[in-house]
């Protein structure tokens, strides 16, 4: 789910930025790939069906959570869970929102990229060994053996 974060951010803001508003861009991304799609179509049915808003709320005395952050949070991911506090955050701002909503995505894109050249870098240390494990090793014995074999054999 959290793979999904970035692509899944970057589509509701450019709905946003086309004038849509928050819960039918939410609509439109349930559409995509992946686990958190999944995610954001369990909020909306949860909300439909428990008659709670979608996004959060301030009603008469308190705050009504809404159902996106009740699903997010049941995902058990922090990534996800914050995700569902921009996205409420973003819907509040009316709209402003669209734009907070690009700036988010962007920041969720620098992020990714960051994290996978970081997991790039790891895996060059990894291949280092797995390469000289199986490649190098294995070949200085076969040029060693060849070179002792003539001479093993004199004996």
Do not use: C, H, W
């Not at 428990?50 to 049941?74: C, E, M, N, V, W």
């Not at 996800?80 to 969720?108: N, T, Y």
């Amino acid at each position: 789910a959290v793979r999904g974060l970035p692509e899944t951010a970057s589509l509701i803001a450019a709905e946003m930025a086309a004038g849509v508003p928050p819960e039918q861009a939410l609509q439109r991304s349930s559409a995509l790939p992946g686990p958190l799609p999944v995610l954001i179509g369990e909020a909306m049915a949860f909300s439909q069906t428990s008659g709670r808003p979608l996004f959060s709320r301030r009603g008469g005395g308190g705050k009504i959570q809404g159902a996106l952050i009740d699903t997010f949070a049941s995902a058990n991911l922090p990534a996800v869970r914050a995700f569902a506090s921009q996205l409420d955050r973003v819907s509040e701002k009316g709209v402003a929102g669209a734009e907070l909503m690009s700036g988010i995505a962007q920041a969720m894109a620098r992020e990714y990229r960051a994290r996978l050249m970081s997991e790039t870098k790891k895996l060059d240390s990894r291949l280092v060994m797995a390469t000289a494990l199986f490649f190098f090793i294995p070949f200085v014995i076969v040029i060693l053996g060849s070179f002792m074999l003539p001479i093993l054999s004199m004996f």
